[in-house]
């Protein structure tokens, strides 16, 4: 009768224990993680910071400008007359004049620029009207929701286009409570 041997098995050697686990030597990570002190800001992401089209002082140009704010400075965030106008404002976008600001209205067209130019959109938080004529406020009696604001040259100058729009909604395509309330225009104040 043929014997049959099972492979690798041997009466010959001891059995082998198990292998036992290496001992774990790293630090157990803190419940909570910690801020590093010592990592600069520049280490961390951000969000993009949306750039102004446009800061400087300006003088108006056409009828509504010079009734809405006579003069205009515009600052990182702060738009103010030199009729007591002041509108606080904050940055929201950076759109194109392509870009339609209710159904069916375009930038480009309200503003009178190019499709391509770019518009800085800003909400208005506070609105202080004309010291001498509240009623010449871009807006009127209505509060200013928001303010597009673009850059052109016409020649040799520096002109900027200031669309007043009211409502609180998002100046989108999709906008159901944005209206225009007025388009301003200034130009670069002469360097003194």
Do not use: W
């Amino acid at each position: 009768m043929p014997v049959l041997l099972a492979a690798g098995c041997s009466r010959d050697r001891p059995a082998t224990p198990p292998a036992q686990p290496a001992a774990n030597t790293a630090p157990a990570p803190p419940a909570i993680p910690q801020h590093d002190p010592a990592s600069a800001p520049v280490e961390r992401a951000a969000p993009p910071t949306l750039q102004a089209v446009v800061l400087g002082d300006f003088d108006a140009s056409n009828p509504v400008a010079e009734s809405a704010t006579g003069a205009l400075t515009i600052a990182d965030g702060e738009v103010v007359g030199a009729n007591g106008a002041t509108f606080t404002t904050e940055r929201v976008a950076l759109v194109n004049g392509d870009d339609q600001y209710t159904a069916g209205a375009r930038f480009a067209d309200a503003m009178m620029i190019e499709p391509r130019k770019q518009v800085e959109l800003r909400h208005v938080v506070e609105e202080t009207p004309p010291t001498e004529a509240p009623g010449n406020a871009f807006c009127g009696t209505l509060k200013t929701g928001y303010l597009a604001i673009a850059k052109v040259m016409e020649g040799d100058a520096e002109v900027v286009k200031v669309l007043a729009l009211s409502g609180q909604g998002l100046p989108a395509a999709s906008a159901t409570d944005v209206a225009l309330c007025a388009m301003a225009e200034y130009r670069a104040a002469p360097k003194k």
